[in-house]
């Protein structure tokens, strides 16, 4: 079992910026990458970014890339995802998640370990 925490959540106006954290815990020994998802009020959860726990390769969502950057702290057990530019469309509540599969992780494919999620709030 492998369990995170997110933190770093709250309301920001547009434009404005976040971080948020994701602590790792437990058998991170078998973790592949780890990813950012999040669903905004009323649709259904989507992929954000990703990246492998190795080799720091990464992957975006198009709606994300250029604004958003996902990076890893190996010695702390935790992912970040740097949020700037953000618009009311960001608003969501934001979830980590882990995968030990390699298939489509940069894509979002996968994940079998999850958060409890952070809101974020983007004020227009």
């Known amino acids: 079992q492998v369990q995170l925490v997110e933190s770093g959540g709250g309301l920001v106006q547009a434009g404005g910026s976040l971080r948020l954290s994701c602590a790792a815990s437990g058998r991170t020994f078998s973790t592949y990458a780890m990813g950012w998802f999040r669903q905004p009020p009323g649709k259904e959860r989507e992929f954000v970014a990703a990246?492998?726990?190795?080799?720091?390769?990464?992957g975006y969502a198009d709606s994300v890339k250029g604004r958003f950057t996902i990076s890893r702290d190996k010695a702390k057990n935790t992912v970040y995802l740097q949020m700037n530019s953000l618009k009311p469309e960001d608003t969501a509540v934001y979830y980590c998640?882990?995968?030990?599969?390699?298939?489509?992780?940069?894509?979002?494919?996968?994940?079998?370990?999850w958060g409890q999620g952070t809101q974020v709030t983007v004020s227009s």
């Open positions: 998640a882990a995968t030990s599969l390699r298939w489509g992780a940069l894509e979002g494919r996968s994940y079998d370990y």
């Open positions: 990246i492998t726990w190795s080799s720091g390769r990464t």
